[in-house]
């Protein structure tokens, strides 16, 4: 059948018009919120929205303006309008149905407006992405995670939409507004960017991922051992990556190294995945500083706990021509992710770029995600270290949710503009909380009144506490019998018990003459510590809780079990306890020397000499690394300080003390959530900021400890001036200026050496870095102990070596012993050895 020119003509429009949809689908929607005009950014035209061609809006809101904005470099003319909205409005965009990147861009707001009443929620096709979104404070957050002073955030999703529209919802809080910079609507080809997955855990165990009606969030996108990868370098998708220097657990692990030519993709599909550029460059572990080959390089992001996160990692063998030359493991939150790791035999080749997927889930506890490469031990003949070039990290939607309450730790959440109540709610909330009060009141007065109706017995009970209760302890219950004997009876001291003897109260009583005075050796916040002796006639040291003390029944228990479960030449030992007669007893070995603190100031003790402080320092050291490192989850003693530090009678130190200890976090975590104790001026910043317990606020509290020997002063003296009475602000201050030495204790009298002084102060130094990540572990602390004790010693030999008389050594005298002099050259050379590893050219010259 013949067609008519105007039929012809006719299908030819039709058919220009649909090619023209189809062309218009598939280039990104860059709209410049607030504006009324295109703007030319990066490389790219973005359309204002004042008025809307190919989409809707349904309420236009009010649009703020600024003359200039301090905000991102690439897009700072984005920023200077914004839309916002005081009600719930949308923006409705006409797309095809497939995969797509939504990116939504949010800076600083003029003046003239309240940013903290700024909280909404962000939806897309009915897709929570946000909920009680506060701009300001996740700025403010996410700078002081990676150091950063940008006034700007860029929320990035990929969504797969299956209608032909996408609608982008804004629903701010009651009495709050929400307000959008910019969005990019970027299409990506395929149904998605993600095939299968590595099942982490499964070793190997791969599974199909779609996202179908879900979304992802991309939370992370780092290029690893390069700087930034800016969005027009990533031509297509425009993705922006960061730099890994913010997340990298320490620098010093691994080494960077690159290749800029000859790269190619494993595969053609791979060129969406990541520009060439981010091939170019990696990081390799570094293993020929470390002693132990299990060794990892380490990274850690901060996540959204109960969520999916899909793990992308990056891969290009830069160094080696063969297969089976390099060989690790992938750890994901401390999971086996994959084993014997191949990068060239993965990819065939050299230069050849790929990237794996690995999907893993987050405990509702969990707020730390870890990415670790190490080791492989059966690698045979393969290298010992690993290599990664780039990282991805995106949360998975869950029951049609992306959002995760801004719950932010260190006051950032102050700023997050909780809504109003109603003056109904507040006076409702007011009468329940009147009503609560009331009958809290009651109770304790009931509870006071049967306290003191309570009459007792016993003339030893009326004596001791009246409201204590005996502990019943893993089964142990108080005995109860009066038999007495002038000293504390060894036997069955230990027997079956775990936790050691359980004494009488009649036997305590009659070893510390009914608790005389006289028999006091020590006084802390649980009470009073008096001296007793053992019937073979050890000594030991009775501490007895006080009632109104600021320790209890918890932390006596807790002192009791920590003891029982580990034993160490460098922690004090526990003998036994009392907890009849509503006592509360605790029997130890006794230190013949006291408290460390009582050496270095307050007494008339003899002053320590250095080598003195510095075995002392490591024997507290080794006692704390044991505590760290004994248990599966290690024991952080939460409590470091000098008087903590007990000395026996050859000066050997021991940790003491462990009434507020806790055990470590499990492996899925790496922090215990705990209210803040411990001793003022000792105290861990970060530990207070966030109530986020740590080993490292053990190790920051032994950096205060090490000044306070180095310095023998009180760790806050509040009779100095204003900058001296913090003794570690003080000490830094000096350290920095590397005239630390001019500090020191006056009594040591120049009998040290200065680079010991220096190793000892340098180290010290890092352990009072502001943020835990930063801080050395208590193992690198004792190296650098020993270390400094290594250097003074070696001093010592070289000077006493050097004053043996000139006329004795000859080269023409038989009785020369010339590996003796080999020996005194190599002290020398020790003892001349700075703190980076170099030595001074000092030589001895047999004449």
């Not at 919120?33 to 809006?57: A, E, H, I, Q, Y």
């Not at 349904?58 to 005081?86: M, Q, W």
């Not at 690995?358 to 003949?381: N, Y």
């Not at 009651?442 to 003191?452: H, N």
Request: glycine share 8%.
């Amino acid at each position: 059948m013949k067609m008519e020119p105007f039929a012809w003509l006719l299908w030819i429009l039709v058919l220009s018009s649909i090619l023209e949809d189809v062309r218009a689908q598939s280039k990104p929607i860059l709209i410049n919120c607030g504006s009324d005009s295109t703007t030319d950014v990066d490389g790219r035209k973005w359309v204002g929205d004042s008025s809307p061609k190919n989409f809707t809006l349904s309420l236009e809101g009010t649009v703020a303006s600024a003359p200039t904005v301090d905000g991102e470099e690439t897009y700072g003319d984005l920023y200077k309008d914004a839309r916002i909205f005081n009600a719930s409005s949308s923006y409705k965009f006409s797309v095809a149905a497939g995969s797509y990147f939504l990116r939504l861009h949010f800076s600083q707001l003029p003046a003239n407006f309240s940013t903290k009443e700024s909280l909404f929620d962000v939806s897309a096709n009915s897709l929570k992405l946000v909920t009680k979104f506060n701009v300001p404070a996740e700025i403010d957050w996410r700078n002081s995670k990676t150091n950063s002073t940008s006034r700007a955030i860029v929320k990035e999703y990929l969504l797969n939409v299956t209608s032909s529209n996408l609608v982008i919802e804004f629903s701010p809080d009651a009495e709050a507004f929400a307000f959008i910079h910019a969005m990019e609507i970027v299409p990506v080809s395929g149904d998605s960017i993600f095939d299968s997955v590595n099942k982490v855990g499964g070793y190997g165990l791969k599974g199909p991922f779609s996202l179908g009606d879900s979304a992802v969030e991309t939370m992370y996108r780092i290029c690893v051992g390069c700087g930034k990868i800016e969005s027009k370098e990533d031509p297509g998708l425009w993705r922006r990556w960061d730099s890994d220097e913010h997340f990298i657990f320490s620098l010093s692990a691994a080494r960077s190294i690159s290749n800029s030519s000859n790269i190619s993709y494993v595969s053609s599909d791979d060129s969406a995945s990541a520009p060439l550029r981010l091939y170019e460059t990696a990081r390799v572990t570094t293993e020929s500083s470390v002693m132990d080959k299990k060794f990892n390089v380490s990274w850690s992001f901060n996540v959204d706990p109960d969520f999916d996160y899909l793990v992308r990692l990056h891969f290009c063998e830069l160094e080696y021509d063969k297969a089976e030359q390099r060989k690790f493991k992938i750890y994901i939150n401390n999971k086996t992710a994959a084993e014997n790791y191949d990068v060239f035999a993965k990819a065939g080749g050299k230069n050849k770029a790929f990237h794996e997927d690995f999907l893993d889930a987050a405990s509702p506890q969990m707020e730390t995600l870890w990415v670790q490469l190490g080791s492989e031990s059966s690698a045979g003949p393969a290298a010992t270290d690993a290599l990664l070039n780039g990282m991805e990290i995106f949360k998975v939607s869950r029951n049609g949710n992306l959002a995760h309450p801004p719950v932010r730790i260190g006051g950032f959440d102050s700023g997050m503009g909780k809504p109003k109540r109603s003056p109904k709610w507040v006076l409702i909330g007011a009468a329940a909380g009147l009503v609560i009060f009331v009958l809290i009141v009651g109770v304790l007065f009931i509870c006071f009144y049967l306290r003191r109706k309570k009459k007792t017995s016993d003339n030893e009970t009326k004596e001791s506490s009246p409201g204590w209760k005996p502990l019943v302890l893993h089964g142990a219950v108080a005995t109860g019998t009066n038999s007495r004997s002038p000293t504390l009876r060894t036997a069955g001291t230990f027997g079956s018990n775990r936790m050691g003897r359980q004494f009488t109260v009649a036997e305590i009583r009659e070893a510390t003459m009914n608790f005389d005075d006289s028999l006091v050796i020590g006084v802390g916040g649980f009470g009073k510590v008096y001296k007793g002796e053992m019937e073979d006639g050890k000594l030991v040291a009775i501490k007895r809780g006080h009632p109104e003390s600021q320790q209890g029944v918890k932390e006596f228990e807790t002192e009791i079990e920590i003891l029982s479960r580990l034993r160490h030449r460098h922690l004090v030992s526990l003998i036994g306890y009392c907890d009849e007669q509503s006592e509360m007893i605790l029997v130890y070995e006794h230190m013949a020397n006291g408290t460390l603190r009582s050496h270095l100031y307050g007494s008339d003790l003899p002053a320590l000499t250095w080598k003195q402080r510095l075995e002392i320092c490591i024997g507290a050291a080794r006692g704390l690394h044991y505590l760290h490192t004994g248990l599966d989850r290690g024991i952080i003693h939460r409590d470091v300080k000098t008087t903590n530090i007990l000395l026996d009678d050859n000066f050997v130190a021991k940790m003491a003390d462990f009434g507020i200890s806790k055990d470590g976090p499990p492996l899925d975590h790496t922090h215990v959530s705990t209210a803040v104790k411990g001793s003022f001026g000792y105290l861990d910043p970060e530990y207070y900021r966030r109530q986020q317990l740590t080993q490292s606020s053990d190790v920051y509290s032994f950096g205060v400890v090490l000044f306070e020997v180095l310095c023998a002063r009180p760790v806050i003296n509040p009779a100095l001036p204003k900058d001296q009475i913090n003794l570690a602000e003080w000490a830094l201050k000096w350290q920095k200026q590397k005239l630390l030495e001019t500090i020191i204790d006056p009594r040591l009298e120049g009998n040290y050496t200065l680079e010991s002084i220096r190793k000892f102060s340098e180290i010290a130094e890092k352990c009072l870095a502001d943020e835990g990540k930063n801080r050395p572990s208590i193992g690198e602390v004792l190296w650098h102990l020993e270390c400094a004790l290594q250097l003074h010693q070696g001093h010592l030999q070289s000077a006493n070596a050097c004053d043996l008389p000139q006329p004795e050594l000859k080269l023409s005298d038989a009785s020369v012993d010339l590996g003796c002099i080999e020996e005194v050259e190599e002290s020398c050379r020790a003892e001349s050895q700075d703190v980076n590893g170099e030595f001074v050219d000092i030589k001895i010259e047999v004449p």
